[in-house]
């Protein structure tokens, strides 16, 4: 497959970066912020660092948005701290609104538009202690009027919102991500914490469209695409059932306000029957999202469970190639390696094409503009002896990522920005400091507290330029671009190597 023209991106197209408030600020007990229950399940992720510190992104932040603007950015995708903005029930804290206040005015000033998460996975410690956090119906009230102190605050500055970050993964990785925190039978409970979230998030999108003028509100799936494994046609149908199970359920939530079929068959099958009550159908099919904000690292491949036995996802935790474990579920799908991409260290698929079949296939189903929230490279990496970085695993990727996207919207698609995790290094979820995303540099490791000085990558250099010729500028020929078809060199690689299908 060969493109004569480069794709073109829309005018006034969202080139920016993203991050979370757990993930870049450090000062997690600072201007009256009170603790969440990730700083608590960080600080027991050993040998990583906790987020105390992360990438001190709450001193640095008139720092971090001037190298923004020096990026060109447009747009810039962050989170909101709730712990800092209600420290404690019904106390809105003056200290956290103006520190969000200066960041809002200090990007607005340098042309960037704010993109505000109102939630990703800092559950205040207050909130858990009151009500055991996503279990209790209590939280949807005080969701809400967290959510309505953020638009009234900000909402004059900040028109584009995100509900709740990966509320999918936090359901598929519930001990992964510490939603599974308390339950007895995570299997079934599952289904009434994601229903509460479902409630908080339609909770959000009504608030927002009554209080913010010209408002605009989606949720952020985090999206990874299954590939059937090969044209079989039970692997088909186990590689949908992936997609059901781990993202489709959500999607078709929040775009139909309903549960959809496949997920009430389950329900059914397995004698689940969430804490459903009257009038929560109503509320959630009154949230009319107005987009979707989609995460996209890479893909899977699905196909036929072997039905003998159960294997959870056991995820790479130390970024040693070849430790992950692929899922097997009986009755429903087993998840593979696709020996037709590279891998990352902690052996994520690196598949450019993954993005552009994203946003096909949710274009597809939803027809709703979309903006890219996350994508990104994680690397072990520190300063070379000149103090450089040369990160073109990360060009690569985002270029490969990005032209993709450009393909996507040739294809008809409406996209409306692209924001890669990270801008400057910052916490990973679960691998601290050794997994590192930024376009810039942040001096400081795992085991040793440095300056925290900022380094720019050569992919702040790199992205600087696309971004500057609104994605023209590669820094390759991309009319005759092999790595393009590099799926099938590495096939025919594979291939003479002896590697059978
Ligand atoms: C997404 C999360 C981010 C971020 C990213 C990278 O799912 O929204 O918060 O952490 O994944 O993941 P990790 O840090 O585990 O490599």
């Known amino acids: ?54 990438a001190d992104h709450y001193h640095h932040y008139k ?33 956290g609104i103006a520190f969000y206040n200066n960041l809002i005015d200090e990007l607005v000033g340098a042309g960037i538009t704010p993109i505000v998460t109102l939630y ?27 959510c309505r102190t953020c638009f009234e605050n900000f909402g004059d500055r900040v028109k584009y919102w995100l509900s709740i970050n990966e509320q999918n993964m936090q359901i598929v990785y519930g001990d992964w991500l510490g939603v599974s925190k308390g339950c007895t039978d995570w299997f079934k409970e599952k289904w009434d914490i994601n229903h509460i979230m479902n409630l908080c998030h339609a909770k959000a999108v009504i608030a927002c469209h009554e209080m913010v003028e010209g408002g605009k509100i989606g949720p952020v799936p985090g999206y990874v695409p299954i590939y059937p494994k090969s044209c079989k046609p039970e692997d088909q149908i186990a590689a949908m059932n992936a997609e059901e199970l781990t993202q489709k359920i959500w999607d078709d939530l929040y775009y ?124 072990h990496e520190d300063l070379d002896e000149n103090g450089e970085i040369h990160d073109d695993y990360r060009i690569d990727y985002l270029r490969d990522y990005i032209y993709n996207l450009g393909l996507a919207i040739s294809d008809g698609v409406e996209v409306m920005g692209f924001n890669p ?16 995303y930024g376009l810039v540099f942040v001096n400081t490791t795992d085991d040793e507290l440095r300056d925290l000085k900022r380094y720019k990558k050569d992919s702040f250099y790199w992205y600087q330029k696309l971004i500057k010729s609104n994605g023209q500028e590669w820094g390759k020929d991309m009319s005759d671009w092999k790595d393009f078809n590099r799926t099938s060199e590495i096939a025919s690689d594979l291939k003479a190597k002896g590697v059978k299908d």
Not at 64 to 84: H, I, N, P, Q
Not at 128 to 146: C, K, P
Request: contains cysteine; aromatic residues 16%; proline residues 4%.
């Open 1 to 54: 497959m060969k493109y004569k023209t480069n794709p073109v991106f829309p005018k006034n197209f969202f080139w920016g970066a993203s991050s979370a408030a757990w993930q870049v600020e450090g000062a997690t007990l600072e201007g009256g912020r009170t603790q969440a229950i990730i700083d608590l399940n960080s600080q027991t992720k050993k040998p990583f660092t906790d987020n105390s510190i992360a």
């Open 63 to 95: 720092e971090d948005v001037a190298l923004m603007k020096e990026c060109g950015f447009t747009s810039y995708r962050f989170s909101f701290s709730w712990s800092r903005i209600i420290p404690q029930k019904g106390v809105i804290n003056p200290e």
């Open 120 to 146: 990703h996975y800092d559950m205040p410690c207050w909130v858990d202690e009151l009500y055991g956090g996503w279990h209790n119906r209590a939280i949807i009230d005080e969701f809400d009027f967290y």
């Open 256 to 379: 139909f306000g309903e549960y959809n079929g496949f997920v009430k068959s389950y329900w059914r099958e397995h004698d689940i029957t969430p804490d459903i009550r009257e009038g929560d159908m109503e509320l959630i099919k009154q949230a009319k999202i107005d987009f979707f904000a989609i995460n996209c690292y890479r893909s899977d491949v699905g196909m036929a469970p072997d039905n003998t036995y159960l294997q959870e996802i056991g995820l790479n935790k130390y970024g040693r190639k070849g430790e992950f474990v692929y899922t097997n579920i009986p009755g429903e799908y087993a998840l593979d390696r696709n020996k037709y991409v590279e891998t990352t260290d902690w052996d994520w698929h690196i598949d450019g094409t993954c993005m552009r079949y994203t946003m096909r296939y949710m274009w597809d189903h939803y027809h709703l503009p979309m903006v890219i929230t996350e994508a990104g490279f994680g690397a």
């Open 421 to 436: 995790w990270s801008f400057t290094d910052l916490l990973s979820t679960g691998n601290g400091m050794a997994k590192r």
